[in-house]
């Protein structure tokens, strides 16, 4: 598990049990991947067209992770504490505004 440096409330057991994390595991492999290729790209020297047009393919890869991750977490953590009779609702708000993360 990669940590930010900030300090952690959850125990190593409860952060892996969020079901979508092999899923966000599987994409964030498949951008590093692709990531790789760039560098690979930059050294043979190719087009700086073809670089950002797979750099843009690589950023849009880690920003679906980002926000999987977020309504993953939207799910497994706040459905927890929120009334289950508003908790469709108030989950559907917070998943909607964060596309503008």
Same mark, same amino acid.
């Given at each position: 598990m990669i $940590? $930010?440096?900030r300090g952690s409330s959850h125990s190593m057991s409860e952060a892996l049990s969020h079901e979508g994390h092999g899923a966000l595991i599987k994409r964030l492999k498949r951008a590093g991947g692709h990531l790789q290729n760039v560098i690979e790209m930059i050294e043979a020297d190719r087009p700086c067209a073809e670089l950002a047009q797979q750099l843009h393919a690589v950023e849009r890869a880690i920003t #679906? #992770? +980002?926000k999987a991750l977020i309504h993953?977490?939207?799910d497994h953590c706040l459905s927890k504490v929120?009334? $289950?009779a508003k908790s469709d609702a108030v989950l559907s708000e917070f +998943?909607?505004?964060t596309k503008y993360l």
């Open positions: $940590s $930010s440096g #679906a #992770a +980002k993953e977490h939207l929120v009334p $289950s +998943k909607d505004i």
